[in-house]
């Protein structure tokens, strides 16, 4: 086990529908990263906390709305979203403090967009 | 473009092969991490080279850094089909631990 989880690990959902994607980490790190991965691209990193604070936000649409209420949890609010939304989400974790530490990621939930 | 490109994107081997796969990338760096994923799977991680090493080990990995031509290599030495999956390289541009992944290399280790 890496350390972080995710649910639900399968998502099939309308247009119309609203969901959240949920993370949990149980490693002690301070920062949390959400990922989209789709068929022959590489990764895209989405948003970025740092004890607590958005860091980074990769242009993402704003029907991806992302919560993280304390350094263990990252939530991912969906809604009105596309078929191109259709990916795998990933979630990962780290320690930036000292820096050169790797990112441990959760096994992603699959989203399919109707 | 994209900070990390991956070459080949595929590679066939057999069972007690070595397997070698490159990455490039464009800007300095702060570190260079190699990650792997088993199908319908999280990554991995593997290994970490900072800019100031030019080869790192780990078992049957070797990782070698050129930051001169901006470019990784990952070795598998006598590979195995339970190798088989898609190896990522990601570099860390020193910014608050984001990273900037490339494509990757789908591995196939045939028995």
């Known amino acids: 086990e890496t350390g972080v989880t995710q649910t639900p690990r399968h998502l099939v959902m309308g247009m119309t529908n609203k969901k959240s994607l949920k993370c949990e980490q149980h490693?002690?790190?301070?920062?949390m990263y959400w990922y989209k991965q789709s068929a022959k691209k590489p990764l895209e990193l989405m948003f970025v906390?740092?004890?607590?604070?958005?860091?980074e936000n990769n242009s993402v649409p704003s029907r991806f709305s992302p919560e993280c209420p304390n350094s263990s949890h990252l939530f991912l609010h969906l809604h009105t979203l596309q078929p191109e939304d259709s990916a795998l989400y990933l979630c990962?974790?780290?320690?930036?403090?000292?820096?050169?530490?790797?990112?441990?990621f959760g096994d992603g939930t699959r989203l399919s967009i109707l | 473009s994209q900070q990390g490109e991956e070459d080949p994107q595929a590679l066939s081997i057999q069972e007690g092969e070595n397997a070698t796969m490159n990455c490039s990338y464009k800007t300095s760096i702060n570190n260079l991490q190699w990650y792997r994923q088993n199908s319908g799977r999280g990554l991995v991680h593997l290994i970490l080279?900072?800019?100031?090493?030019r080869e790192k080990h780990s078992g049957r990995l070797r990782v070698t850094l050129d930051t001169s031509k901006k470019s990784s290599s990952l070795l598998i030495t006598a590979s195995r089909a339970a190798d088989t999956a898609s190896y990522f390289c990601a570099t860390d541009l020193n910014q608050g631990g984001k990273l900037i992944f490339g494509q990757g290399t789908e591995l196939s280790v045939k028995p």
């Open positions: 906390y740092n004890f607590k604070e958005q860091t």
């Open positions: 490693l002690g790190h301070n920062a």
């Open positions: 990962a974790s780290s320690q930036t403090e000292p820096s050169n530490q790797p990112q441990h």
């Open positions: 080279i900072r800019s100031n090493e």
